[in-house]
């Protein structure tokens, strides 16, 4: 819900550059509250979706923006490599993420004695 979202939101409004690096920064924050949790278990009910959909939201949010940024900022001879970088950047970005979250769940698995 989150994610879709933030990714209709391209053609509302222009965040700046500045605003667009603080997103993820708030996402890891999010990543750090979300893993401690599931350590901890200090909130353990249906409440947890509220900060899930604002992870969508900022993840959307960059996505969209950025690259409607980098369009923006790019010289039109250029624009179409600087697109596919970034497609490619972020495909790579979402692999690299993937393979660490399943070394992430195999620690929470065991910190809660879990076995897979």
């Known amino acids: 819900l989150g994610v879709f979202i933030s990714r209709s939101s391209g053609m509302l409004f222009t965040p700046s550059l500045r605003?667009?690096?603080?997103?993820?920064v708030?996402?890891?924050l999010l990543f750090t509250f979300f893993t401690i949790d599931a350590i901890s278990h200090f909130w353990y009910d249906y409440g947890l979706c509220a900060p899930a959909v604002v992870v969508g939201l900022l993840g959307g949010g960059v996505y969209v923006h950025g690259f409607k940024l980098l369009s923006q900022a790019t010289k039109p001879a250029l624009r179409e490599l600087a697109m596919s970088s970034a497609s490619v950047s972020a495909d790579a970005g979402l692999m690299l993420g993937s393979l660490?979250?399943?070394?992430?769940?195999?620690?929470i698995y065991a910190e809660n004695d879990i076995d897979d």
């Open 19 to 24: 605003v667009l690096w603080l997103l993820p």
């Open 26 to 28: 708030l996402q890891c």
């Open 100 to 107: 660490a979250s399943i070394y992430i769940q195999q620690w």
